[in-house]
C-alpha cells in the first residue's frame, strides 16, 4: 500500500495568517491527490482533486501543488471556519490511502 | 441536490455481521461510483471499498474478505456488509460518491453512522 505522510500532525494559526500543509507519498502517485476539510463530527468535505482542481464551492484561499512525490495544501489567509482537521488522500493505485491528518488550531 | 443517509444497526456483537444501507437522493445511483469509508474514533479515514451500478466492486484488502458491497438500483440504494466483525471494526461509516469524473475521489459524503462492535 501507498503510505501518505502528512505534516505538521497540527499547526497554530491566527485568522489572516498563510498556512501550509505537506503531505508525502511513498512512491509516485502523478497528481492523483485529493485534500479534504473535516470538522469535528462532520463528514469530509472535499477541497482539492488531481493535486490542483479546486472542488467547485470552495474558495479561492485554498490551493494545492505538487513537487515530485511532495504535495501541499495552501491556505493563503486563514479564516474562523477553516479551523479544523485536514487530510490527504491518494488516488493513484488501490487500495485508496490516507494521512493521518493535520489540524488547524486557533492560536 | 445530492443527498445521501447511511441506516443501520449501531451496535452489532463481536463475531456477528456489520450490515449498513445507504440510500442516495437527488442522483440516479446508475452514475458515478459509490463508496465506503470509515473512521475510527479519533483515527484518520480508511476506504474500505466501492461498486458501480453493473455490480463491478474494488474492495480494501486489509479487510480480509470480510466486505461485501452490493447495489439495488430499483431502491437506488448500495449496501455494506461486514462479517466476523471485531471491536477494531468499531467506527463512524460513510458512504460517499465518486463524481470527480474518475480522480478518485468523493464530492458528496453521508452524515456518517457511528457503529460500536461490543457484547
Known amino acids: 500500500d501507498i503510505q501518505m505522510t502528512q505534516s505538521p500532525s497540527s499547526v497554530s494559526a491566527s485568522v489572516g495568517d498563510r498556512v501550509t500543509i505537506t503531505c508525502r507519498a511513498s512512491?509516485?502517485?502523478?497528481?492523483?491527490l485529493a485534500w479534504y476539510q473535516q470538522k469535528p463530527g462532520k463528514a469530509p468535505k472535499l477541497l482539492i482533486f488531481?493535486?490542483?482542481r479546486l472542488q467547485s464551492g470552495v474558495p479561492l484561499r485554498f490551493s494545492g501543488t505538487r513537487s515530485g512525490t511532495e504535495f501541499t495544501l495552501t491556505i493563503s489567509s486563514l479564516q474562523p471556519e477553516d479551523f479544523a482537521t485536514y487530510y490527504c488522500?491518494?488516488?493513484?493505485?488501490?487500495?485508496?490511502?490516507f494521512g493521518g491528518g493535520t489540524t488547524v488550531e486557533i492560536k | 441536490q445530492v443527498q445521501l443517509q447511511e441506516s443501520g444497526p449501531g451496535l452489532v456483537k463481536p463475531s456477528e455481521t456489520l450490515s449498513l444501507t445507504c440510500t442516495v437522493s437527488g442522483d440516479s445511483i446508475t452514475n458515478y461510483f459509490w463508496n465506503w469509508l470509515r473512521q475510527p474514533p479519533g483515527k484518520a479515514l480508511e476506504w474500505i471499498g466501492y461498486?458501480?451500478?453493473?455490480?463491478?466492486?474494488n474492495y480494501n484488502p486489509s479487510l480480509k474478505n470480510r466486505v461485501t458491497i452490493s447495489v439495488d438500483t430499483s431502491k437506488n440504494q448500495f449496501s455494506l456488509k461486514m462479517t466476523s466483525a471485531t471491536a477494531a471494526d468499531t467506527a463512524v461509516y460513510y458512504c460517499?460518491?465518486?463524481?470527480?469524473?474518475?480522480?478518485?475521489?468523493?464530492?458528496?459524503w453521508g452524515q456518517g453512522a457511528l457503529v460500536t462492535v461490543s457484547s
Open positions: 461498486i458501480y451500478h453493473s455490480g463491478t466492486t
Open positions: 488522500q491518494q488516488a493513484n493505485n488501490f487500495p485508496l490511502t
Open positions: 512512491q509516485s502517485i502523478n497528481s492523483w
Open positions: 460517499a460518491r465518486d463524481g470527480t469524473g474518475g480522480y478518485h475521489a468523493w464530492d458528496y
Open positions: 488531481a493535486a490542483s
